[in-house]
Each structure stands twice: as C-alpha cells, then as structure tokens.
C-alpha cells in the first residue's frame, strides 16, 4: 500500500497536528521522521486540547501504531513525560515504537543550544532551546548517542565519554561553563529512561516495510515546515532537520515509491516564530487581528508568531520542493470580519518582478510584496462543513489560492476541533 507524507509548507505551526489527526483516522501507522520537541502540535478532540511534542499525532486513535522514525532527535525524559502525561489522561501509548536509531537528545545539547543562542546576540535563530541543532551536529559529528544505546550500557558508557571529552572542552573553554559529569547523566538516561522506553525500540524499518508490504496505510508526520528546511530554508534562519517530503525518507528509510500523495498543510496566512525573512509580515492591527483571534502564539514555547499575509511565492515553492499532490487549506476562520484581504503573488525589487523564490537570500530580505486584492466576508466560518455554506468571498478566496497554488485544495479548517472542516473538492 502506498504511503502519505504530511508536510508544512510554511514556517511551521500550519495545523499539522489537528489534520494528520483527522487524516489518521483512515491510516494503520503514523511515522514521525525528523525534528524533535521543538514541535508543538496542538489537537482538539471533543472539547480536550492535546498539546503533542514528540509522539506522533495519530496516538488518539487505538487502531493507530505510532512511530517515532530514525530521523527524530529524541529527549527521553521529554518523551516519558509525555507519554505519563497522555496516558494519565487514557491514552495508551504502549503500542508506541521507538527507532533504535533514532539519536537521543543529551543534557549538553540543551545546555549548549541557550548558550549558541546568547553567544549570537543580536544574530540569534530565536530556536526553541530545546538541543536540537547540537544534536543533530553531534549526530554529523558522528559523536552522537542513539536511542540503541540506551540498551547496551558499556557502549553507551563509552560513547558518552567520547562525546564528553569534545563538548566539555567547548563548554569550558568556548562558554566558560563547568564540564559536564559522564556518571551523572548515565545515571539518568540509564536508569529510569532505558528501563521504560526498552519494550517501545524497535527496528522500525521493518516495521514500516511489513505495513506496506501487508496493505497497512502508513502516514508520515512532518514536524516544522519546509521554509525552516536545512536546506530549502531561509538559512540560516532554520532547524536543523529536513520537513520537507525528502526528509521522510531518510527519516523513516521508505523509499519515493512509496510515496503517492503529499499533503501540503497550508495556513490561509502566514506564521512565523523566531528570526529570518518574512516578504508578507504585518506590523499593523491587521497583524495584531491574526494573533489574536488565531491564538498565535507557540505551542511550545508561548512566544507570540510573527503574522503576515499568505505569501504565494513560498507555496509555489513549497509545491515543488515536496511533490504536493493536495493542500489542506488551516485557520480560514481566523479571517473571518477582515473587510479586505491580501494574497502576495509574487515579490519585487528593484525593478524585477519574481514569481518563483529567489535563488539569492539577499533579494528575499529586501524583497516588497506584490499584493492582490480581495473581499473579507463577515460571516462566522467555525460552525460550517459544506463549502456550499460559505459566503461568496470565502469561496472566491479559497479558489483564487487554488488557481494560484496550481494543487487541489481538498480539506479547509474552520476551527481546532476535529470535525470543524469541510472538503473543497465535495462542490466542485
Ligand atoms: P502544528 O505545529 O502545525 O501542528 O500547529 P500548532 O498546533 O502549533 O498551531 C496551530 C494552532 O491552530 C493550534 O492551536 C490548533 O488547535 C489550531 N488550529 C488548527 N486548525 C485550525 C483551524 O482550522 N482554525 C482555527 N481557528 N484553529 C486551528
Ligand atoms: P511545529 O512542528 C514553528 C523554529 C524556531 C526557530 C527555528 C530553529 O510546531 O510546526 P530549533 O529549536 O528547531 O533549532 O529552532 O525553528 N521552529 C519552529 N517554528 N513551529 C515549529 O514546529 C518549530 N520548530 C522550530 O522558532 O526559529
Ligand atoms: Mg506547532
């Protein structure tokens, strides 16, 4: 059976975790591939919100094996604490598998990550200081732990050491910081953290492929978006994984063949939280609208999002980076009672009209938005399911992204609930 990939196409906090939940209800797997707890995903089931780092999004559902890819960098304290946490709520988590391969998040990285972070200054990312770039250059380094070796203490033991006798230099002589203790942290991780993650690792390669190969539906959960991509982003204003559609496999080993529909989650505007270019930001009461009344602020972190119109520049970017076969279209509702609203169609500078992104950084900083016009509606979207309900502007404004974004749009969120959408492609 063929697999599908669930990918931002913004700067992340699209909606990705309430539609790959709404997705999941038709799917056996749902496959976490890069990222780590720097993700916040936020779902709303019958009235009670689930805020999600690091388990994939499909836990709700019994009938869904969640998997937690080799591409995810994994703090597993973080991810116990969220486990105990859904499960004191009723949600079992013991069908979750873990990848032995997957890379675990170390105290040093979290350490290291806030003192990047203050060493920047003025040029700081604004990342979530949750040791993900560490990690993730540790895992590059080839001086990182896996989640496998929390299952073979003297491996763990060494390679901790390994690891240790770099980053305490650095944390000693770069960060003028105390070194860091090897036993105190074995303590940790292998005490209580292997002991309770031990029956969740897993090969799970294997297991992917043993789906597919058995008619299963696997889902792959892509975490952040593809503008904070490594190497697609706005660098060095990213993460330090790969969202995009190319990240899955790596992040999973399932191959493109397996791959036959791409999910674009798409917000009707434009978010963004920490540092880095953004063509459409807002700065003005229109900006102040779309925080307020779409709750913009970090999932994870509280930090209020920069806000902007929706930039089509990204998306016809976004579309080709990731082979987009259909765009679920989040936040509709959030323009409801703006008289008018913009779509940038493409940027300019200096006289020069680009259509598609531009190769160079230094035009997308400077680069001024070319905008379209349309009509606000006034109507209150959250409780409609039929796009023949909608008012004539909301319809016109979901055709025209359509027409411009040149991939079906198929589901349309009206709200965080689960069952507050509708599906464009029911009208036409
Ligand atoms: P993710 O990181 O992509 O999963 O997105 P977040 O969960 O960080 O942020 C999206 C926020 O919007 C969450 O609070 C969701 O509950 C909420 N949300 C998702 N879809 C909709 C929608 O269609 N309308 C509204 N009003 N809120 C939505
Ligand atoms: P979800 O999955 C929005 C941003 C950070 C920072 C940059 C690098 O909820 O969409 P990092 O901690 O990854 O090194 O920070 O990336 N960032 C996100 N922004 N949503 C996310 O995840 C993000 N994860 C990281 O704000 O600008
Ligand atoms: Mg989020």
Same mark, same amino acid.
């Given at each position: 059976?063929?697999?599908?990939?669930?990918?931002?196409?913004?700067?992340?906090?699209?909606?990705?975790?309430?539609?790959?939940?709404?997705?999941?209800?038709?799917?056996?797997?749902?496959?976490?591939?890069?990222?780590?707890?720097?993700?916040g995903?936020?779902?709303?089931?019958?009235?009670?919100?689930?805020?999600?780092?690091?388990?994939?999004?499909?836990?709700?559902?019994?009938?869904?094996?969640?998997?937690?890819?080799?591409?995810?960098?994994?703090?597993?304290?973080?991810?116990?604490?969220?486990?105990?946490?859904?499960?004191?709520?009723?949600?079992?988590?013991?069908?979750?598998?873990?990848?032995?391969?997957?890379?675990?998040?170390?105290?040093?990285?979290?350490?290291?990550?806030?003192?990047?972070? &203050?060493?920047? @200054?003025?040029? %700081?990312?604004?990342? +979530?200081?949750? *040791?993900? #770039?560490p990690?993730?250059?540790?895992?590059?380094?080839?001086?990182?732990?896996r989640?496998?070796?929390l299952?073979?203490?003297?491996?763990?033991?060494?390679?901790?050491?390994?690891?240790?006798?770099?980053?305490?230099?650095?944390?000693?002589?770069?960060?003028?910081?105390?070194?860091?203790?090897?036993?105190?942290?074995?303590?940790?991780?292998?005490?209580?953290c292997?002991?309770?993650?031990?029956?969740?690792v897993?090969?799970?390669?294997?297991?992917?492929?043993?789906?597919?190969e058995s008619g299963?539906?696997?889902?792959?959960?892509?975490?952040?978006?593809?503008?904070?991509?490594?190497?697609?982003?706005?660098y060095?204003?990213?993460?330090?994984?790969?969202?995009?559609?190319?990240?899955?496999?790596?992040?999973?080993?399932?191959?493109?063949?397996?791959?036959? &529909?791409?999910? @674009?989650?798409? %917000?009707?505007?434009? +978010?963004?939280? *920490?540092? #880095?270019?953004?063509?459409?930001?807002?700065?003005?009461?229109?900006?102040?609208?779309?925080?307020?009344?779409?709750?913009?602020?970090?999932?994870?972190?509280?930090?209020?999002?920069?806000?902007?119109w929706?930039?089509?520049?990204?998306?016809?970017?976004?579309?080709?980076?990731?082979?987009?076969?259909?765009?679920?279209?989040?936040?509709?509702d959030?323009?409801?009672?703006?008289?008018?609203l913009?779509?940038?169609?493409?940027?300019?500078?200096?006289g020069?009209?680009?259509?598609?992104?531009?190769?160079?950084?230094?035009?997308?900083?400077?680069?001024?938005?070319?905008?379209?016009?349309?009509?606000g509606?006034?109507?209150?979207?959250?409780?409609?399911t039929?796009?023949?309900?909608?008012?004539?502007?909301?319809?016109d404004?979901?055709?025209?992204?359509?027409?411009?974004?040149?991939?079906?749009?198929?589901?349309?969120?009206?709200?965080? *609930?689960?069952?507050?959408?509708?599906?464009?492609?029911?009208?036409?």
């Amino acid at each position: 059976m063929p697999a599908t990939v669930v990918v931002g196409t913004q700067w992340g906090d699209e909606g990705k975790g309430k539609f790959t939940d709404l997705v999941a209800a038709e799917m056996d797997v749902v496959v976490r591939y890069q990222g780590g707890h720097n993700a916040g995903h936020t779902l709303v089931v019958s009235g009670e919100t689930f805020k999600i780092q690091l388990v994939p999004s499909g836990v709700l559902y019994e009938h869904i094996t969640p998997v937690i890819g080799n591409g995810v960098v994994v703090d597993p304290r973080v991810l116990i604490a969220e486990m105990d946490g859904l499960e004191a709520r009723g949600v079992d988590c013991s069908s979750m598998r873990l990848s032995g391969n997957a890379h675990l998040i170390m105290p040093y990285h979290t350490e290291l990550d806030a003192l990047h972070e &203050r060493h920047l @200054g003025k040029a %700081k990312l604004g990342t +979530t200081k949750r *040791g993900i #770039g560490p990690a993730y250059a540790d895992k590059s380094m080839r001086i990182g732990l896996r989640v496998q070796d929390l299952l073979d203490p003297p491996i763990f033991r060494a390679k901790l050491e390994a690891a240790l006798s770099h980053t305490n230099k650095v944390l000693a002589k770069v960060f003028n910081r105390l070194p860091m203790n090897a036993e105190d942290i074995a303590r940790e991780y292998l005490g209580g953290c292997a002991e309770r993650l031990a029956p969740h690792v897993t090969d799970t390669v294997t297991l992917l492929h043993e789906a597919l190969e058995s008619g299963q539906q696997v889902l792959m959960e892509g975490a952040q978006g593809t503008f904070l991509d490594l190497d697609h982003g706005t660098y060095p204003f990213v993460t330090s994984s790969n969202p995009v559609v190319g990240g899955a496999c790596t992040g999973t080993g399932v191959g493109p063949r397996h791959i036959d &529909r791409v999910i @674009g989650i798409t %917000k009707a505007y434009v +978010t963004r939280v *920490g540092s #880095g270019p953004f063509v459409t930001e807002l700065f003005d009461e229109v900006g102040d609208h779309l925080v307020e009344v779409g709750g913009e602020f970090g999932t994870n972190t509280g930090r209020r999002r920069r806000t902007g119109w929706f930039d089509m520049v990204m998306m016809r970017q976004a579309v080709r980076l990731n082979s987009i076969t259909e765009v679920a279209l989040t936040k509709l509702d959030v323009l409801d009672g703006l008289e008018r609203l913009k779509v940038c169609v493409a940027y300019e500078l200096d006289g020069e009209r680009f259509e598609h992104m531009p190769y160079h950084q230094s035009v997308i900083h400077k680069a001024v938005p070319v905008y379209t016009e349309l009509e606000g509606w006034s109507t209150d979207l959250s409780g409609v399911t039929r796009s023949s309900q909608l008012p004539a502007a909301a319809a016109d404004y979901i055709a025209f992204l359509e027409e411009g974004i040149g991939v079906p749009i198929r589901l349309v969120g009206v709200g965080p *609930g689960r069952s507050q959408y509708l599906d464009w492609q029911e009208a036409a």
